[in-house]
């Protein structure tokens, strides 16, 4: 899968966004997969959105995912999308997907996220914004070894600003 987010209570996550989003990028690239994990209240309403966007075959919605499972679910994929449409005070999802080396794509006051995307290891875009969003997606798809500098980066980041041993899923 091309990105991977994880689904929780409430619209303030902005995964109808990340949804959104991703329509244009299965446009651009028809094998890209989004799987979306987690249970919440919003769950149903991104199933029908992404019906209605035609992305039911291109979205998995895998469900409840155990926190020592997070890790191996994020590995799995090439990057990772964290379109919060609130300041996060710590971006946890984004701390994991710079622990796996994976770039982030989120939205320029997404807060906790951006701290891990800051110096070349991921890309913000405006928020709210899921064209550029979507053409950051696409672009790091389309450029693996760009990708994987961005991951690597995003590894280096975190690694020296949180080196405690215990926080590395690998």
Not at 19 to 31: D, E, G, H, L, S
Not at 54 to 81: C, K, N, Q, R
Not at 89 to 105: D, T
């Amino acid at each position: 899968p091309l990105a991977r987010t994880i689904v929780e209570q409430g619209i303030e996550k902005g995964f109808d966004l990340a949804v959104r989003a991703f329509a244009t990028v299965v446009r651009r690239i028809p094998r890209a997969r989004l799987v979306l994990a987690g249970e919440g209240a919003a769950r149903p309403e991104l199933e029908r959105l992404a019906a209605a966007l035609g992305l039911a075959a291109a979205i998995e919605f895998v469900g409840a995912v155990a926190p020592g499972e997070v890790p191996a679910l994020i590995d799995g994929a090439s990057l990772v999308v964290v379109p919060s449409r609130w300041d996060e005070p710590f971006g946890l999802v984004a701390l994991e997907a710079a622990q796996c080396a994976l770039p982030i794509v989120c939205f320029a006051d997404s807060g906790g996220a951006q701290t891990f995307v800051e110096e070349d290891a991921g890309y913000t875009v405006t928020a709210g914004d899921v064209d550029a969003m979507a053409r950051q997606v696409v672009a790091l798809a389309d450029d693996e070894s760009g990708r994987r500098a961005l991951g690597a980066r995003a590894r280096e980041r975190v690694m020296t600003a949180y080196p405690v041993e215990n926080t590395t899923p690998h």
